[in-house]
């Protein structure tokens, strides 16, 4: 059972910068497709950026060109860099062991979910 812990949100002014960090235990790490998923208040949770274990990326277009994922995988973590920040960023946001299905950015959560780590950006 892969457990999860995200860290490293904040509140940052519009045009920031933020790096969320999630550690993981529990799981074959380095075999997994990991996701950074948010979740803004009233509305679903969405993927916005994954990683596959030969390192191959896909990103949310409206993340594209802002957010970076990378992992490492000697230390079994998964970082989100996540810069020129909008107000529209706003969320909660979670990492997870997942299914990738491709450039439409479907995907299934494989792992339970952490606490998230809140990111607020303000105008």
């Known amino acids: 059972q892969v457990q999860l812990v995200e860290a490293g949100g904040g509140l940052v002014q519009a045009g920031g910068s933020l790096r969320l960090s999630c550690a993981a235990s529990?799981?074959?790490?380095?075999?997994?497709?990991m996701g950074w998923y948010r979740q803004a208040p009233g509305k679903q949770r969405e993927l916005v950026a994954a990683?596959?274990?030969?390192?191959?990326?896909n990103y949310a277009d409206s993340v594209k060109g802002r957010f970076t994922i990378s992992r490492d995988n000697a230390k079994n973590t998964v970082a989100l860099q996540m810069d020129s920040l909008k107000p529209e960023d706003t969320a909660v946001y979670y990492c997870?062991?997942?299914?990738?299905?491709?450039?439409?950015?479907?995907?299934?959560?494989?792992?339970?979910w952490g606490q998230g780590t809140q990111v607020t950006v303000t105008s």
């Open positions: 997870n062991k997942i299914l990738f299905f491709g450039a439409t950015m479907r995907s299934r959560p494989l792992g339970p």
């Open positions: 529990g799981s074959i790490f380095s075999l997994n497709t």
């Open positions: 990683i596959s274990a030969d390192g191959s990326t």
